[in-house]
């Protein structure tokens, strides 16, 4: 969701370092999540399969900033959005990632409470995904296929190189949206459900990086050469700076 021609350039998007939890590794310069699987005491190997339950919430570093354009067919809507790309997948899960958005600001967070493992458990909070549903302030229902689809969306089809986009959007478009690779997939109504408000100013977006979705990436496309992190180069997993 480019802005329009002329308009200023989105800022660039880096997750939270320590607004996470325990099971998760933000890595690539603060632009990609992993999870963090216990078959290899660190980081997931590029190619390993694990089925230990890992993963969980990564968050961005800075509230959204509200614009025009996140809704083509409602060009005048004011919105938000934020994409990630699949870095490395996993196919022998049935669920996949959880993408929203949520008003709690990570800074905030009482420092007396844990943080949760979960981006769905935070308050004020609308994420879809996971199995194939919406959870919205904690409330679960599921997705509802969209005109022109055979069926409903299923994460767990998600592979390495597929974009996911989250929208969210104020009257007159009014949707919380989800685009995979550019096609719309799961569309609900952002009025219902006391969902956060995209137009004030305050709102993150949040992934819960879970399922088949082992490692994903802020923005649409995995660089060929990708920033070397120092964080990565110490893990294990480090193979060079051509690969992911």
């Not at 190189?161 to 952002?190: H, K, Q, W, Y």
């Not at 949040?206 to 060929?224: F, H, N, Q, W």
Request: hydrophobic residues 35%; aromatic residues 6%; proline residues 9%.
């Amino acid at each position: 969701l480019p802005p329009k021609k002329g308009a200023p350039r989105d800022p660039a998007l880096y997750f939270h370092s320590s607004f996470k939890p325990r099971t998760v590794s933000i890595c690539g310069l603060g632009q990609s999540a992993e999870q963090i699987r216990q078959q290899t005491l660190g980081k997931v190997a590029a190619n390993s399969v694990s089925h230990f339950p890992s993963g969980g919430m990564a968050m961005l570093s800075k509230p959204l900033q509200a614009r025009q354009g996140v809704t083509p067919d409602v060009e005048i809507a004011r919105g938000v959005f934020f994409e990630v790309t699949v870095e490395m997948a996993d196919a022998c899960w049935q669920d996949g990632l959880g993408i929203g958005f949520t008003a709690q600001d990570p800074e905030q967070w009482p420092s007396h409470k844990i943080r949760p493992r979960y981006a769905s458990s935070l308050p004020t909070s609308c994420l879809c995904g996971y199995s194939g549903r919406w959870v919205i302030n904690g409330k679960s229902e599921l997705i509802r296929k969209v005109p022109g689809s055979a069926q409903s969306w299923m994460p767990k089809t998600l592979r390495v190189g597929d974009v996911v986009t989250a929208v969210l959007a104020a009257p007159p478009a009014d949707v919380f949206r989800i685009l995979v690779n550019g096609r719309l997939v799961a569309e609900r109504s952002a009025s219902l459900g006391d969902l956060p408000d995209p137009l004030s100013g305050r709102i993150w977006g949040v992934v819960d990086v879970d399922g088949c979705c082992v490692k994903v990436r802020l923005g649409a496309g995995i660089p060929e050469r990708p920033p070397i992190d120092i964080g990565d180069m110490a893990s294990n997993n480090y193979s060079g700076p051509n690969k992911l």
